[in-house]
């Protein structure tokens, strides 16, 4: 084989590993494994922009709901580096918040391997996502007192920047709306540029650090304000994604404005210890600490009042 020929195989062998690469990221593997076990009360196109995929969101209503209901409504972002991912990702929680008197909202936003979006536009996918369901509170049956928002790693990171109620790009300014409570788990959060801060730290948690540090600008950290939301955190001591002292150092400053901040450290737990892809017992616990946090602020019903209803 002469070295054009076999020049030319390499780039061709390069180019089809590629292109199933890209196949691979947009393989759904939660929509596969969650659709019939936790089917949505319906599935809306919340946002159709001209030449770009329909964003769609799965949406779970309670039993017994009706459109002139005042229900909780519980919005929850799915994570995977703002890169990949998938709505089905909360699907399981969803289902256990419905069956708890909430309106459960799982919106897709845009991500690089569908989208060849930026960071910036996946924030402002979510500052949208909250317009419409705020917009739609007639429709939904819900309550805009009782509106709680989270999410997971890139997922919570969308969240945090909707509880400081400002847009990162100053040309595209919030309208001020906080949501009654901040729900993370393993959300990816401040984006310290200090390479001092990353001692300890294993080689990927350094890696990751790195990448991070460069969207220092799209950190929601040094945004946070008084009125913030009460926050749950739920986060593993052994992620190599998100540091567990990042998340640390994000509650302290949270506590600094006054929030009240809820954090459960999970031993030995790594980045998405919380699907039940992963573990059914880290899924249940968190599951329980979601629920607890929200009823105990009247963000849903509790589990006992909705055994004796």
Request: with cysteine; glycine share 6%.
């Amino acid at each position: 084989m002469t070295l054009l020929a076999l020049s030319i195989t390499t780039l061709l062998l390069a180019l089809l590993a590629y292109r199933a690469f890209q196949r691979a990221l947009r393989v759904d593997r939660f929509k596969s494994r969650f659709q019939s076990l936790y089917p949505p009360s319906e599935t809306v196109t919340w946002l159709a922009r001209p030449g770009q995929r329909p964003l769609l969101a799965h949406l779970y209503k309670p039993s017994g709901w009706h459109h002139t209901d005042q229900r909780p409504c519980i919005v929850l972002f799915f994570g995977g580096a703002w890169r990949v991912g998938s709505a089905w990702q909360f699907a399981p929680f969803a289902q256990r918040l419905c069956a708890l008197g909430a309106v459960v909202v799982l919106p897709e936003y845009r991500i690089k391997s569908r989208d060849r979006s930026t960071v910036d536009e996946a924030v402002t996918d979510g500052f949208a996502v909250m317009n419409t369901v705020r917009e739609s509170a007639d429709c939904l049956g819900i309550d805009l007192a009782r509106i709680s928002v989270g999410g997971g790693s890139a997922g919570g990171h969308l969240a945090a920047w909707i509880a400081t109620a400002r847009h990162p790009n100053a040309s595209r300014a919030a309208d001020g709306f906080k949501p009654a409570a901040l729900l993370l788990f393993n959300p990816a959060v401040n984006f310290s540029i200090d390479p001092l801060a990353y001692k300890g730290y294993s080689r990927r948690q350094k890696f990751s650090a790195r990448a991070l540090a460069k969207l220092s600008a799209l950190d929601p950290m040094p945004h946070l304000g008084r009125g913030h939301p009460d926050t749950l955190i739920l986060h593993g001591d052994q992620d190599q994604l998100v540091p567990v002292d990042k998340v640390e150092g994000y509650a302290a400053a949270l506590r600094e404005q006054g929030a009240a901040v809820v954090m459960t450290i999970y031993p030995g737990r790594h980045h998405a210890f919380f699907n039940p892809t992963n573990s059914l017992d880290d899924f249940e616990s968190s599951c329980t600490n979601l629920i607890d946090f929200l009823s105990e602020r009247d963000l849903i019903d509790s589990p006992l009042e909705r055994t004796h209803s």
